[in-house]
């Protein structure tokens, strides 16, 4: 089945700790990205990935890192994470640039930081 | 900052009822598509229009365009319980690609 795993589901965690949230696709997507949504916010684009090797910010990038050493996967990395990060995050991948063919989207990360 | 506005922010209808949402952006576009999101979940793609196209349908959604007012409708007809969900906007506008900020359907059994 064509789809975009994310790991964890739900993550409670405490201020500073690093973690990682892992996304993967099977479907040989060129474009991957990262969104937070939150309440009467929408989503916000914190980081994308046109290509192996190959990111850029999106619209709210500050506290976060990623990387694409694999075409796969994407993980998005908080290396000191603050309440301000509690949020829904959704990983999403297309065949295109930016969605422009329709995003698949990950079931998404609950994270809690106290 | 998000250019896709959704129109009404909520809405409650009768199972059986037809429910339509609508978009208002503000730039250019090379395509306008639309997602449903149950309450937590991911975000489904369910159609995308191009920016030369006027209607597009899909079962029970249509899907209208209309450049010249920078505005979208989606129409899904006789609405099920199922159908519940949140409906967002997402606009391609070459480097820039955002989605709106929703329209939450309810619809009654």
């Known amino acids: 089945e064509a789809q975009v795993t994310q790991n964890p589901r739900y993550l409670i965690t405490v201020t500073g700790k690093k973690l990682t949230v892992t996304c993967s696709q099977n479907m040989n997507h060129e474009y991957m990205s990262w969104y937070r949504q939150d309440p009467g916010l929408g989503l916000r684009q914190i980081y994308y990935s046109m290509n192996v090797e190959v990111t850029d910010k999106g619209d709210v990038p500050e506290g976060y890192k990623v990387s694409r050493k694999e075409k796969r996967n994407f993980p998005l990395i908080l290396e000191s994470p603050s309440p301000n990060q509690t949020s829904l995050y959704f990983c999403?991948?297309?065949?295109?640039?930016?969605?422009?063919?329709?995003?698949?989207f990950g079931s998404g990360t609950r994270l809690t930081v106290v | 900052s998000q250019q896709g506005e959704e129109d009404p922010q909520a809405l409650s209808i009768q199972e059986g009822e037809n429910a339509t949402m609508n978009c208002s952006y503000k730039?250019?576009?090379?395509?306008l598509q639309w997602y449903r999101q149950n309450s937590g979940r991911g975000l489904v793609h369910l159609i995308l229009?191009?920016?030369?196209?006027r209607e597009k349908h899909s079962g029970r959604l249509r899907v209208t365009l209309d450049t010249s007012k920078k505005s979208s409708s989606l129409l899904i007809t006789a609405s099920r319980a199922a159908d519940t969900a949140s409906y967002f906007c997402a606009t391609d506008a070459g480097n820039q690609f955002y989605f709106g900020t929703g329209t939450s359907l309810t619809v009654i059994p």
């Open positions: 730039t250019s576009i090379n395509n």
């Open positions: 229009i191009r920016s030369n196209e």
């Open positions: 999403a991948s297309s065949w295109g640039g930016q969605g422009i063919d329709g995003y698949t």
